[in-house]
Nanobody, 124 residues
Framework: QVQLVESGGGWVQAGGSLRLSCAASGRTLSRLAMGWFRQAPGKEREFVAAISSSASRTYYADSVKGRFTISRDSAKNTVYLQMDSLHPGDTAVYYC?????????????????WGQGTQVTVSS
């Protein structure tokens, strides 16, 4: 089993940046595909970004493409989400998730382990 802990959320003005981290324990992430999702109040959890176990492939939701970057550091057993040019529509609780296969996916049901989430609030 793997435990995931997100950090780095907070409040930022529109146009600003934040970097989220997802630290893993209990299992190395090197053979796990990882994803970031978000959930705004009253809305369903939605896909944000994903990365393969080797980091050779990344995928993004259209709404964040060109503004967000997912990456991973195997030595630190951590996955990151760099978020630039934030706008109020990005306000949500952000979750990282692990998939016990090499390839990433965009559906929440395809991920087996989840962090507790970190709040991101973007003001106009």
């Amino acid at each position: 089993q793997v435990q995931l802990v997100e950090s780095g959320g907070g409040w930022v003005q529109a146009g600003g940046s934040l970097r989220l981290s997802c630290a893993a324990s209990g299992r190395t992430l090197s053979r796990l595909a990882m994803g970031w999702f978000r959930q705004a109040p009253g809305k369903e959890r939605e896909f944000v970004a994903a990365i393969s176990s080797s980091a050779s492939r990344t995928y993004y939701a259209d709404s964040v493409k060109g503004r967000f970057t997912i990456s991973r550091d195997s030595a630190k057993n951590t996955v990151y989400l760099q978020m630039d040019s934030l706008h109020p529509g990005d306000t949500a609780v952000y979750y990282c998730a692990a998939r016990f296969v090499l390839n990433p996916a965009s559906l929440p049901d395809e991920y087996a382990a989840w962090g507790q989430g970190t709040q991101v609030t973007v003001s106009s």
